[in-house]
């Protein structure tokens, strides 16, 4: 599903992202990517989406090179690839419903069936009664769970969450976690960077640790830290 | 749900939920189009004004005296200068008519008249010419026939008169064309504002897969409408305004003639909003275009 291959990522002036990375991470895989602030974990993912460009080495999803990639197919990549923030990244002036339903419409393909579809997926996420709620109405858990709904409404192949939980309390970071879960028994590949320690060790999934812009560990089925 | 329903919806509910922004942007572009209007229209009226100075200039042409020219030669004559594209009117002032002008003239001075022997004064020709600007031309052609005295027209005060009118019209172009890009300037500045306002919105959609063209098109009927409505407003203030104005200045200056018909309505309301529409589309697209490289 993603390939790296001995990437490298520089910030002007002399800012390491990551340093020759390598990695595989296999269809249907849930993994974990730990690692303190700055440690790369951010630059991981803006070079999945291509918000960001390598200066060396090659990064595959889904099996294209993203460096021959043409720029105006960048938004269908991203409509195969999931994204759920710290932040959420809701349109505030949408309702739940609507900012499920603009990921829809995005993709051109919006039909009388999509309006089924996106209240089908909130009532998955446990939200079925809240779709007329704004984001500002709703709890920083209900909002994530918009944001993941948002992230799997089109069924990607591949779901990226940075930092998920950041914000949320141990109890609704559970609830979410499970959410994740669920869409990774689909077969849906899952990425998910994160500082919780604790959900990482009773989770018992594959661990990659990034620290300076290096893969210190990847650990098939790992804590946050050392054993 | 239809596409262009989509991007109308969400182009007029961000125009009424950013009102403060949409405001700004409508004055801007009113304020604009207010003064291109005004000047616009000082440009037409003005120019009907140059053009009635112009056709001021005529051509007089004296006929030999002694010996008279045939009444024969003068009817040919006259249906030849007839015939020229170039010729609008042309008069023919027979001796007693000359002489009938002069008594007018000298009506208060009768010792004039009397110390004149019989009739002194040439027929002649007064040509009025479709365009002002060929009287050279049409003047050359009198130059060796046999029975023309004198060809009058002034030729100083029409070289003059055309060079300041000729010249007149050059800044008054370039007069336009920069306000054009004043006002361009300042809407895709307004824009831009209100577009940095909701930068956070224009990522969030590229994250989700959204095309640029997916993005653009609600800023761009944003744009357009906010344009067509300030524009309109404008056209309004400015129509209304010169018919005002026109009509004291028709009844101070009693001699200049204003034409009010002088101005082309129809092409300067779809000027205006032309240019209204233009300014919100290309400010919206220049104002975006920074967002959507992400």
Request: hydrophobic residues 45%.
């Amino acid at each position: 599903m993603i390939k790296f291959e001995d990437v490298t990522k520089i910030y002007p002036p002399s800012t390491v992202g990551l340093e020759r990375v390598t990695l595989h991470i296999e269809k249907g895989e849930f993994v974990f990517l730990v690692g303190a602030s700055g440690s790369g974990k951010s630059t991981f993912i803006r070079l999945l989406i291509r918000e960001l460009e390598p200066d060396r080495g090659r990064i595959m999803v889904g099996g294209r090179d993203l460096a021959t990639l043409h720029r105006w197919k960048v938004p269908y990549l991203r409509r195969n690839i999931g994204c759920v923030f710290q932040d959420f990244k809701l349109l505030p002036n949408k309702t739940a419903f609507e900012n499920i339903m603009y990921a829809l419409v995005v993709t051109g393909n919006a039909t009388g069936a999509s309006k089924k579809k996106a209240a089908e997926i909130l009532a998955l996420v446990g939200l079925g009664d809240k779709g007329d709620r704004y984001p500002n109405e709703m709890s920083g858990g209900e909002q994530q769970r918009v944001s993941i709904a948002r992230a799997f409404v089109n069924h990607p192949p591949l779901l990226i969450a940075d930092e998920p939980t950041g914000n949320l309390d141990p109890d609704t970071s559970m609830g979410i976690m499970q959410l994740l879960y669920r869409i990774n028994k689909t077969g849906t590949t899952v990425l998910m960077a994160t500082h919780d320690r604790e959900m990482v060790d009773r989770m018992r999934r594959r661990v990659i640790a990034l620290d300076s812009g290096k893969v210190v560990r990847d650990q098939k089925r790992g804590g946050y830290g050392e054993d | 749900m239809g596409k262009i329903s989509f991007f109308l919806k969400e182009a007029f509910g961000s125009l009424t939920r950013n009102y403060f922004m949409t405001i700004a942007a409508f004055v801007t572009v009113f304020l604009s189009i207010l003064v291109l209007g005004g000047v616009l229209v000082f440009v037409f009226t003005s120019d009907a004004l140059l053009k009635e100075v112009e056709e001021k200039v005529e051509i007089t042409v004296y006929l030999k005296n002694d010996p008279d020219p045939e009444p024969d030669q003068i009817s040919a004559m006259q249906s030849e200068i007839a015939g020229w594209t170039e010729v609008k009117e042309c008069i023919f002032v027979s001796k007693a008519d000359a002489l009938e002008r002069m008594k007018e003239w000298f009506k208060d001075n009768p010792e004039v008249l009397d110390s004149l022997s019989g009739n002194p004064l040439p027929a002649s020709f007064e040509i009025a010419l479709a365009d002002p600007q060929t009287v050279d031309v049409v003047a050359a052609r009198f130059a060796d026939n046999p029975i023309v005295d004198e060809v009058k027209y002034g030729e100083e005060i029409a070289d003059k008169l055309f060079a300041f009118t000729n010249q007149a019209r050059n800044f008054m172009l370039i007069f336009i064309v920069l306000l054009g890009i004043v006002a361009i300037l300042l809407i895709s500045n307004t824009i831009r504002l209100s577009i940095f306002a909701r930068k956070r919105e224009v990522e969030i959609m590229k994250l989700v897969g959204a095309t640029n063209w997916f993005i653009r098109w609600p800023f761009l009927i944003e744009g357009v409408t906010v344009g067509l409505l300030g524009a309109l407003a404008a056209t309004v203030v400015v129509l209304v305004l010169n018919s005002y104005l026109v009509g004291r200045i028709r009844d101070s200056i009693a001699f200049l003639t204003v034409p009010l018909d002088a101005v082309p309505y129809l092409l300067v309301v779809l000027i205006l909003l032309g240019v209204g529409v233009v300014i919100g589309a290309v400010g919206s697209a220049i104002g975006l275009r920074r967002f959507l490289k992400v």
